[in-house]
């Protein structure tokens, strides 16, 4: 069983358009994420939430809107899609902050 | 706030050496540091985590170490082996809430058969 899983592995969407990737952990933990790695492989933190609460919000473009319906769940909505967001999305969750942060396969978004 | 910086960018050896990565982080505070391999096209797979209090961990042929006071982690692989191709991702812990990690930009390591 996968335990972080996130749909869809591959995107391509078109610019101003508006997508979203879902993110599901099987872990019971209590603490997700979701990171950004860019086109130099460089991986950066953008949100995260403990117990369906946001607790991180790095300086993100307000079109990023994740949403936690529950705590085994973290979605990230995109809006007005730019070309600079092509990406690859990676969500993770650990059981709190000072553990073992597990990682999804992430999902590569390109935009056109 | 954190940097994390990994020496080398890229590293290829001979199958059967033993190997350091290095990883050198700029605020002492750090909460844990974890290294992660990252193969083509996939997620990060954690290798092992090393909380504050903590000096070194060992996994098999992998150990991990810390120095908090002078600011530097180093991963070592003994006996290295093809399937060790991969890249070596450096992580700080930022804290012990869900405050999340701050990455190096990693080793390229490839070990030629």
């Known amino acids: 069983d996968t335990a972080v899983s996130q749909t869809p592995k591959y995107l391509v969407t078109q610019m101003g358009n508006d997508k979203s990737i879902k993110c599901e952990q099987n872990?019971?933990?209590?603490?997700m994420y979701w990171y950004k790695q860019d086109s130099k492989k460089f991986l950066k933190i953008m949100f995260s939430?403990?117990?369906?609460?946001?607790?991180i919000n790095e300086t993100v473009p307000n079109r990023f809107s994740p949403k936690s319906p529950d705590k085994a769940h973290l979605n990230l909505h995109i809006n007005s899609l730019e070309l600079g967001d092509s990406a690859v999305y990676f969500c993770?969750?650990?059981?709190?902050?000072?553990?073992?942060?597990?990682f999804g396969e992430g999902s590569w978004l390109t935009v056109v | 706030k954190q940097e994390v910086t990994q020496i080398p960018a890229a590293l290829s050896v001979p199958e059967g050496e033993n190997l350091v990565l290095n990883c050198s982080f700029t605020d002492s505070a750090i909460y844990n540091l974890q290294w992660f391999r990252q193969d083509p096209g996939k997620g990060l797979t954690s290798l092992l985590l090393i909380q504050s209090s903590q000096r070194e961990q060992t996994s098999g042929r992998l150990n991990a170490s810390l120095d908090k006071s002078s600011g530097r982690s180093t991963l070592y692989i003994a006996a290295s082996q093809p399937g060790d191709s991969a890249t070596y991702l450096c992580a700080g812990g930022r804290g012990g809430g869900a405050d999340g990690l701050t990455f190096g930009k990693g080793t390229h390591l490839i070990i030629q058969p």
């Open positions: 872990l019971g933990h209590d603490t």
């Open positions: 993770a969750s650990s059981l709190d902050g000072g553990n073992t942060i597990y």
């Open positions: 939430y403990n117990n369906k609460e946001l607790i």
